[in-house]
């Protein structure tokens, strides 16, 4: 079976109306709109469009194609795209299944995004320190037809302390400038190889992608930056392999899923074991860093090839500019002195992510998560399995957010305690959410498990 998982895509779709895990007595919250949706807009259930990056690369070497209709409604903005060839246009149309005014537009958007990032500059815009040294990601090689290959490192990413340090304006202007950069790349190839090249290989590491990842606004913005991706550089990735995934990527995976269109998921596969062997098939090995399975070292002999490669790690403290993010919260309740308040969410499967956010007023608040024993009835913490001890939390300083795994089914209760207090009510405003794992990727990893029997 393992060998098999080298070529699976991770493309299916929960079932609609299935809901596996949620607030009993609340509906789904709805997302907010970002800066960057008076541009891109929001890519939430759309995926009748063949989205950004296209299904194969065979179509794009056939600009006879592109409508002349098309070229002439967009005369008065030419000048003003990177390029202007049949290819280039070709993308657009694409994107949007040739559906003319579709394209034209989203075309035209894009424009407006270039003069919004300064993209002709861009290459030459420098950003913060704290971004050069701890965003994680680089181009290293090329595949064996030529396209640049990308390499994303999750694990050391620390996504909470670059929010903390750097605007994230400047965490998408830097994203912007990358894919520029890439572009730029592909230019370059196809002047040395005589040939279009207009694709991108990538190559996600997932080893140690952890609950810290699933922070909240750290998923928003990477939702963001995937947004940008599919509305600014139309069929531009060949392939995204997913190597080293742990039995959390299903959870983050359909967290962020929902932001491609179906096309672009059909180009993700999550690789097995035999992972290594799967890159060499469509790298070769001297393109590949030894670290990744083959024999390019940087010319230190560096394993890891890092100076092509920035492997992230934990933003030190002084580089922070903030202690916290505003957030909007989905509840609020008044805690009674020497009472508590709980709320119960159940989970009907093992695997199920409950993520959570909370803030006090005027002073701190006790908080735990129980496992109940009894359904149907109200229990004492003491009645209840203990699933994360119950502290106290100086949320009224700096608001609380953290994550569990739910690895039993069950009613889980978040007890937000004030029993100590005999004084003082406490206001706490909260939100919380069940992730859930994307179910293909889940039986992929699962069956690639050693203790798996089939």
């Not at 991706?229 to 983050?252: C, D, G, Q, T």
């Not at 690789?271 to 860093?289: H, T």
Request: net charge neutral.
């Amino acid at each position: 079976m393992a060998a098999s998982l080298g070529t699976v895509p991770c493309q299916v779709t929960a079932d609609p109306g299935c809901i596996w895990g949620r607030d009993r007595a609340q509906g789904d919250p709805s997302p907010g709109q970002s800066w960057l949706a008076c541009f891109v807009g929001t890519r939430k259930g759309q995926t009748s469009s063949p989205g950004v990056f296209g299904e194969d690369q065979g179509s794009l070497h056939q600009p006879s194609l592109l409508s002349p209709q098309f070229r002439e409604k967009l005369q008065d903005v030419l000048p003003s795209l990177p390029s202007q060839d049949d290819y280039f246009l070709l993308k657009w149309l694409r994107a949007r299944s040739f559906d003319l005014p579709k394209a034209e537009a989203m075309l035209r958007k894009h424009i407006e995004v270039r003069k919004y990032m300064d993209a002709d500059n861009i290459i030459a815009w420098e950003p913060p320190e704290v971004i050069r040294k701890y965003m994680s990601g680089g181009m290293c090689g090329y595949d064996r037809e030529g396209s640049p290959v990308w390499y994303e490192i999750v694990g050391p990413l620390d996504a909470k302390g670059l929010l903390f340090s750097a605007s994230k304006q400047d965490l998408l202007k830097n994203k912007f400038r990358d894919c520029e950069v890439l572009r730029h790349e592909c230019d370059q190839q196809s002047k040395k190889l005589g040939k279009k090249i207009e694709m991108v290989m990538m190559v996600y590491d997932c080893e140690g992608l952890g609950l810290k990842h699933l922070w909240k606004p750290a998923v928003d913005t990477y939702g963001e930056i995937l947004s940008m991706f599919e509305e600014n550089y139309p069929e531009s990735l060949k392939r995204l392999f997913i190597v080293k995934a742990p039995k959390l990527f299903p959870v983050a995976y359909n967290l962020v899923k929902h932001f491609l269109s179906e096309d672009t998921r059909k180009k993700v596969v999550v690789l097995g074991s035999n992972w290594k062997e799967v890159l060499q098939k469509y790298i070769d090995p001297a393109q590949i860093p030894v670290e990744y399975g083959g024999t390019l070292v940087d010319p230190d002999g560096d394993p890891k090839c890092s100076s092509k490669i920035n492997y992230g790690g934990d933003v030190p403290q002084h580089y922070y500019v903030r202690d916290q993010l505003a957030q909007k919260y989905e509840h609020s309740v008044v805690v009674n002195r020497g009472s508590s308040h709980q709320v119960e969410y159940e989970i009907l499967f093992p695997g199920c992510v409950l993520r959570w956010q909370f803030r006090s007023e005027g002073a701190d608040i006790g908080f735990g998560v129980y496992l109940k024993t009894k359904v149907g009835e109200r229990q004492r913490a003491g009645d209840m399995t203990e699933v994360l001890p119950n502290q106290r939390y100086n949320a009224h300083m700096v608001p609380e957010d953290g994550s569990l795994t739910c690895s039993t089914p069950g009613i889980y209760v978040l007890r937000f305690d004030n029993t100590y207090s005999f004084l003082h009510a406490k206001k706490v405003s909260y939100s919380v959410e069940v992730l859930l794992p994307d179910t293909a990727s889940a039986q992929q990893i699962q069956e690639e498990s050693p203790n798996h029997s089939p």
